[in-house]
Structures are given as C-alpha cells and as structure tokens.
C-alpha cells in the first residue's frame, strides 16, 4: 500500500496547532496530518525578534527541515495561508501544494492599523472578556498581550511589504485559494486577484462561511482539501 502524504496544517494570527485537532481526525485516514505553532503561539517560545512573515516563514522552514516535511502538501488558514504562500515564493520548491483559507491579502496602513486596534490588549480586556480568556489558555504560559502587540507589527509590517504580482508569479506548485462567502475580513475580489497572480492556481468560495475558523463547517472543508490534494 502506498504511504499516505504529508499533509501540514498552518493556524492563523492568534491561533494554535490546538484548533486542529478535530480537522486532523477528519484527515488521518487519507494523510500523515502535522500541525505547528508559530512563534509566540500555543505555548511555544517567542521570536528572537518582532514577528514579520519572514521571521514567521525562517522559523516555519527550520520546522520542515527538522522535521522531513520538505515537498508536504499545506493547507494554512489566514496567517498561516500567507506565510506558506511567502515561503515558497522565496523558496520555491517547499511545498508540493497550497490549499489556503481566509488569508487576506490586500494590506494597507490604514486596514492594518484598524485590525491592529480591534486586538489591542486593552479594547479586548473591555470588549471581549471571553476571548481574552481563550487567549489565555490558548498561549499559556505566554503573555497574550505580548503576542497582540507583535501580531499588530506583524500586519503593519505586511501592509509595508506585501507579497507582489511579482512575487507571486514565482510560485509554481498547485495552489487553491479559498474565500468564505460571508468572511468580513477577507474580500472575494482579493481572493480572485491573487489567485489569477498565480500561475497554478485556483479559487474556491466556499458557501455560508466567514471568517472565524471555529465557524467553519469542518465535515465541508476536510472533503475539499482531500479532493484537492488527492
């Protein structure tokens, strides 16, 4: 019989490889499934430095090569969508295929200070008790709000260098960009851009879904990223 792909799975802003374990159960049986923190997530050890996508992808790459996950396949939701997509347009040949979810990608100053106040420690403390406490639990034993200040620099410094046509055009494996028809956050006319950007890629919309990955019909999602990669 043949040995199952590996398959990684990329959280987002905020998240942790926690979030997965119900999406790794619904592809175990079709894939070798990894998950991975990010620096300053889920428990893990910040960065020796701010965190920017390069910073994030270095980390991400250092991971793969330890791990022997060169030439996976990755789906990656949000940051992690973005930060799979910089890395193989620097370092092609990362990755076998990109499967991403709800990855924003059109970056401005004036977008990125608005996301940057909506989780800054003190407006949350205020306005969002409950997340502050998945926060909490989620980064333990880290300090949330060290990782809201660095995720805010992180979407400053993405609206600063974003990834370009250019870029973009240097990726070569297969890539599925996928949008939710109800995600605030992301545009489906970003999607669209970006995946026309890309040589070999496609776009999927994907029906009564927004943002929130704990929103996400999970049974849907799992089906679409095998009928992707297999």
Known sequence: MA?????????????????FVALKELLKERFNVHTYDFP?????????????IPILAEHLLDH????????AHVFG??????????????????FSSIMTLGTKFNWTSENAERESKLIAPKFLEEKAQ????????????????????????????????PLTNDEFGEISCRVRICVGDR????SLEESKHTFTAIANASLL????????????DLNYLSQEIKRYIL
Request: charged residues 20%; glycine residues 8%.
């Open 3 to 19: 040995s199952k792909p590996n398959l990684l799975l990329l959280h987002g802003a905020l998240g942790s490889a926690k979030q």
């Open 77 to 94: 939701y949000s940051m992690g969508g973005y930060t799979a997509l910089w890395l193989e347009a620097n370092k092609p040949g990362i």
């Open 64 to 71: 793969m090569s330890e791990f022997q996950l060169i030439g």
């Open 130 to 161: 409950k997340y502050v406490s998945t926060l909490i639990n989620r980064h333990f034993p880290y300090d949330w709000k060290q990782l809201c200040k660095e995720t805010a620099h992180l979407m400053q410094h993405i609206a600063k260098h």
């Open 183 to 186: 995600d605030s956050m992301v």
């Open 205 to 216: 919309v994907l029906p009564e879904t927004p943002h929130l990955f704990e929103k996400v």
């Open 40 to 52: 300053g997530h889920g428990g893990k050890d910040f960065a020796e430095h701010p965190l920017t």
